[in-house]
């Protein structure tokens, strides 16, 4: 099974030249901004203590580098616009000067009509330059380098740039979830491609479920993709009639299998159970499987005995409420004395 990234991308971003920056950091730039602004994220608070920024200026700077990372072109400089543009407020735009009084920054002219975070790469390389034993000719890349192609292939995928909060998962599937590049882009394939479904959410739920499920080669990918299949050939009838735009969990296709296999139950009486909870925005899978757990204890079996078991559990709440609405709770009143 073959991937993108077995391919060289028809484009790629444009590796001009790069503001306020050293030699040696040019070549992590031409990686891409993306990369390099998740990169940059995840170091601020080392920037922000070696030159004593507090909480809301390490907020603003963070957001700062998202609105560069998001513009075409390698230049780092984020306009600062009026609020009601988009930009930022009077309040705003006084921490932005604390940054640039701090030399974190540099508003770039005296109208400080945009800010250039120069120095911000600046500080970056020299903590690359500081920490490598190599000399500075040799210098290179971080690791996360080699995620590029995934970033460039994913926004083709959206048709926009990637947000930070996407890199970062991508990088996190990747590192913690040891999820090779091949079997990330067969996840963003499948989830934005396939499902047709972009938010980030969505996809995070299927990268933990291929995480729970050992998924860490490419035949992997082929097997758990056609357990779903399995699954919704066998199950689909219930995952629609609960609105489910997932994958499901392990433990809730076992659940599936335990109310059909092991007790029998029908897909209509399952579907009786779960009209309990349909009009939830979030079905409860143990919520179901305890009302047929009490149905298969009842020795409910067919369609007719759940409708009848409802009706019963139906008109027990409304002889409860009943009996509130006149003061006296008989369920409280001995029946020996």
Request: aromatic share 8%; net charge negative; with cysteine.
């Amino acid at each position: 099974m073959t991937t993108p990234l077995d391919r060289e991308p028809e484009d790629s971003h444009e590796t001009g030249p790069v503001t306020a920056t050293t030699w040696d950091f040019i070549e992590w730039l031409v990686g891409g901004k993306a990369a390099l602004a998740g990169f940059i994220l995840a170091r601020l608070g080392t920037i922000a203590a070696q030159a004593g920024l507090d909480s809301v200026q390490i907020a603003v700077l963070a957001d700062l580098v998202s609105r560069a990372a998001a513009t075409p072109g390698q230049e780092w400089v984020v306009p600062l616009t009026a609020p009601e543009a988009g930009g930022y407020d009077q309040e705003t735009l006084l921490v932005v000067e604390s940054l640039d009084r701090q030399g974190v920054a540099r508003l770039v002219n005296d109208t400080a009509a945009a800010v250039d975070l120069g120095p911000l790469l600046a500080a970056i390389a020299t903590m690359w330059s500081r920490s490598s034993r190599r000399p500075r000719s040799t210098v290179v890349a971080p690791a996360v380098d080699h995620l590029e192609k995934v970033y460039r292939y994913a926004e083709k995928l959206l048709g926009r740039p990637l947000t930070i909060s996407e890199i970062e998962a991508y990088r996190r599937w990747h590192e913690e979830y040891e999820l090779p590049l091949p079997v990330i882009v067969a996840l963003l394939e499948e989830a934005y491609v396939k499902r047709e479904k972009k938010h980030l959410s969505y996809v995070e739920t299927i990268a933990r479920s291929w995480y729970d499920r050992g998924v860490r080669t490419m035949d992997d990918v082929d097997r758990v993709l056609r357990e779903h299949q399995q699954v919704m050939n066998r199950y689909g009838k219930i995952i629609r009639y609960l609105s489910l735009d997932r994958l499901l969990t392990v433990p809730e296709q076992e659940l599936l299998q335990k109310w059909s296999q092991e007790w029998g139950f029908s897909d209509e009486v399952i579907m009786k159970a779960c009209s309990t909870v349909v009009n939830t925005n979030r079905p409860n899978f143990a919520y179901i499987d305890r009302v047929l757990q009490r149905w298969y204890q009842e020795g409910v079996r067919t369609v007719e005995d759940a409708e009848k078991a409802m009706a019963e559990i139906a008109a027990g709440k409304e002889s409860g409420t009943a009996r509130r609405s006149k003061g006296v709770d008989l369920s409280k009143i001995p029946t020996k004395y």
